[in-house]
Nanobody, 126 residues
Framework: QVQLVESGGGLVQAGGSLRLSCAAS????????SGWFRQAPGKQRKFVAA????????YYADSMKGRFTISRDNADNTVYLQMNSLNTEDTAVYYC???????????????????WGQGTQVTVSS
C-alpha cells in the first residue's frame, strides 16, 4: 500500500509564504509524475503544478506561475510546493498526487493520477 502524506499547511497572512511537502511511504514505487491540486470550499479540485520525475520538467496553472515552485527530492521520494505571495484566493485544501506510469495525457488532468494524499489546509488571511 502506498501512502502520500502532505504537510506544511497552515494559516498565513496575505503576502506570506508556505512550503508544502508530500512524502511517499509504504510499498516502494517510482513516480512518473507528481502533482499538486487544490480544492476550495464548494469548488472543484483544480490543478496547481506538476513535475516529471525523469526529466524534471515542471508545469503550472497560469495563476500560479511566478509565485509557486514545485520541486522534488529523489533520495527521499518527496515533492515540495513552495508558495510565495499568497493571497486569500489561495485558501484551499492542497492535495498531492502521483502517477506511476507513463501517460501521454496532460498532467493537469485529475484523472491520470493513481495515488492521492489526504490533503493539507492552507488558509490565507487578509
Amino acid at each position: 500500500q502506498v501512502q502520500l502524506v502532505e504537510s506544511g499547511g497552515g494559516l498565513v497572512q496575505a503576502g506570506g509564504s508556505l512550503r508544502l511537502s508530500c512524502a511517499a511511504s509504504g510499498r516502494t514505487f517510482s513516480s512518473y509524475v507528481s502533482g499538486w491540486f487544490r480544492q476550495a470550499p464548494g469548488k472543484q479540485r483544480k490543478f496547481v503544478a506538476a513535475i516529471n520525475w525523469y526529466g524534471g520538467n515542471t508545469y503550472y496553472a497560469d495563476s500560479m506561475k511566478g509565485r509557486f515552485t514545485i520541486s522534488r527530492d529523489n533520495a527521499d521520494n518527496t515533492v515540495y510546493l513552495q508558495m510565495n505571495s499568497l493571497n486569500t484566493e489561495d485558501t484551499a485544501v492542497y492535495y498531492c498526487a502521483a502517477k506511476t506510469f507513463y501517460t501521454s495525457k496532460s498532467y493537469s488532468d485529475i484523472g491520470i493520477y493513481d495515488y492521492w494524499g489526504q490533503g493539507t489546509q492552507v488558509t490565507v488571511s487578509s
